[in-house]
């Protein structure tokens, strides 16, 4: 046991390493490009950090280990506990990053329009997943169209962020770095080539630690006799989804709330519609008590945040929310 805590610090220190050198990779990327923070923070972060977990559930459905009523476990319940984690626990981090920094009756200042995109259209995607537990396996062509749906989901959502873009640089939220990259401290020029050797260092350390995470978590769980379920709705996404997100918590502390915010929500928009997907069609995608909880805590928590974003300045004591919206399911979940 000694071993594996040894693995999850030293895993935990190679993700924040990784983390610093993402995000600055990525901040550059962006200002090269001319892009916008929220197109940076919920499309180039959010998917470049989210789809090595991605694999994750493609794994366990199509390659895993054991019966397959196990791999269909393993698969659902870290499809779903993602959007659920982000959704909660995710935030109520950002919010104690945040207190440490500005105090928790300070203000957040994402670019709220593409803030409320993102929910929105995470809300869509999510709710017609919830709707797909209801459909009974044997309608294939039933569950294939949803899954086609939920599929375009995203790439509307795409073409809709990517667009919104110009406009906004031209309102002053373009990408724009705070520190020279790192490589080119070391000697090497500024150029494209550069950034995305960087990205891909800072990538490739925050998945080496990521998995170094899930290699002590699981190891730590097993010795706690956590089942199956509860392992793949709480740990998985837990090990997987939550070290990555350190780059929203990174640029949170440096007041870069767009990005923070983006790298969150962006991840819910691709975790909410193209995995569910991939469950809807592959798995047996049934309304069991505890899918129905995660499912619904998530909404609640999503839900939650959208309205507060669109009535009033959204301050870190109003993630407190999302993070009891957590704790509730942890406990529901480990009493069942």
Known sequence: MVMEVGVLVVSLLLIVVGAETFTNALEHLGERLGISEGVTGSIFAAVGTALPEA???????????????????????????????????????????????????????????????????????????????????????????????????????????????????EQGHGTEADHPLFLNRVGLPAYLVTILLQLGIGLGVIIGGAKGFVFGVEHVASWAGVSTLALSLLIIPVATELPEKVNSLIWVRRGRDTLAFGNITGAMVFQGSLLPALGVLLTPWAPRLEVLLGM???????GYLFMMVRRQALRPYHLLVNGACYGLFVVVVLTM
């Open 296 to 302: 619904t805590i998530t909404l609640i928590a999503s």
């Open 55 to 169: 694999m994750v559930p493609v794994v366990a459905i199509f390659a895993g280990s054991g019966t397959l009523t196990t791999r269909h476990e393993v698969g659902v319940g870290s499809i779903l506990g993602a959007p659920l984690m982000l959704s909660t626990l995710t935030f109520f981090l950002l919010a104690v990053m945040a207190s440490l920094h500005r105090g928790w009756g300070s203000v957040f200042t994402p670019e709220p329009t593409g803030l409320l995109r993102d929910l929105s259209w995470f809300l869509l995607a999510f709710l017609g997943a919830v709707l797909a537990v209801f459909i009974p396996l044997e309608w294939k062509g039933v569950r294939l169209a949803v899954a086609l749906g939920l599929t375009l989901v995203y790439f509307f959502y795409l073409f809709v962020t990517i667009r919104a873009s110009r406009s906004l640089v």
